[in-house]
């Protein structure tokens, strides 16, 4: 594959992730989806945010997100703190807004956080400036709870067969989520059914790959 071929890969990923992204999810709206796109964004230049960064624990930074006309107050607080400052989420932070928003919904908010922070910072790194974000799609969210999901000792209920990847079952409790975000991964890092080949033929070798996941990974706080 060449470098042409690669960016074309991403760049249709994106562009297939960020449609979907418009459309009615699992538990939100089209119009909810793209209100906490447009939340990521704010995130990222919010001082509540910046000050939280800066402080030795985020809780120590009084204040709060306001609700908004599509999302309420701790389903704005969920995104800004995936987007801004994952590395310090703890479980019982996870746990408050689970209980105030529900189980799905949550995991869906970070879906859709962690599919918006790749796509912008792929735009910002390759054409220092963000896409339009794409119009709502009407319709009702499918809130349908998957049968083959459970507590595999993660912070939400996830698929119990374990011969999938963490990464890869992370939001399988949010199917149409999660039908968004896997061809993500496919596409940015594991191709699929390649990642199980230990030697590939690429511009990089798989040692190079794994070298600079290892280290975005560490530099993210990921704890995989």
Known sequence: MTGMDLANLLRSAQHEAAERLAEPGDWLTGL????????????????????????????????????????GSTAVEVVHRVATDPGRLTRAWAERAIAELGEETYTELVGVTAIATIIDRFDLITSNSLRPLPMPVGGRPARIRPDDVGDVGAWVSQAVDKTRANVSRALTLV?????????????????????????????????QVELIAARTTALNECFY
């Open 175 to 207: 199917p149409r989520t999660q039908s968004a975000w896997r061809p993500l991964v496919d596409s940015h890092y594991s191709r699929g059914p390649e990642f199980l080949t230990l030697v590939w033929d690429r511009a990089m070798s798989r040692p």
């Open 32 to 71: 909810q989806r793209i209100a906490a796109w447009n939340e990521v964004r704010d995130a990222a230049a919010n001082p509540l945010d910046e000050a939280r960064q800066r402080a030795v624990s985020p809780f120590a930074v009084a204040g709060k997100h306001e609700a908004t006309d599509h999302l």
